[in-house]
């Protein structure tokens, strides 16, 4: 009789240790599905385009013409124009020398069809 209440105890010890594995598996494929891997099927934020440094913004559009200056960084996010110059205003394309912050806007300034000035 001891031996067969041996081996239940045995048999049950099994069992309940089988009960823990199983449910710490459960557990973690659970974790995993649900917050081990929340950003997967989110889009990628849009980044949009390159924050520039002033001067290499500056190097890029100097003198340049409307349509290098499309070639160069895109169009615009506004325009205007004066009896004298045109305006372009790109947003958030340079960054500030001093802060590293970037620049709310960017005015780039045409006068005879070239870029005279860059105001930031």
């Avoid at 190097?59 to 009896?83: H, Q």
């Amino acid at each position: 009789m001891a031996v067969v209440g041996l081996r239940w105890s045995l048999g049950m010890g099994a069992f309940a240790l089988g009960c823990l594995v199983t449910l710490g598996a459960v557990a973690a494929v659970v974790f995993a599905f649900f917050w081990g891997g929340q950003d997967r099927g989110r889009p990628e934020p849009d980044r949009g385009p390159p924050a520039y440094s002033r001067h290499e913004f500056a190097a890029l559009l100097t003198g340049k013409t409307a349509a290098e200056v499309l070639d160069a960084v895109g169009k615009p996010e506004a325009t205007s124009e004066d009896g004298a110059a045109t305006y372009w205003h790109y947003r958030k394309r340079t960054r500030d020398p001093v802060t590293g912050a970037t620049d709310s806007d960017v005015q780039v300034v045409f006068e005879k069809g070239r870029v005279v000035a860059l105001n930031y």
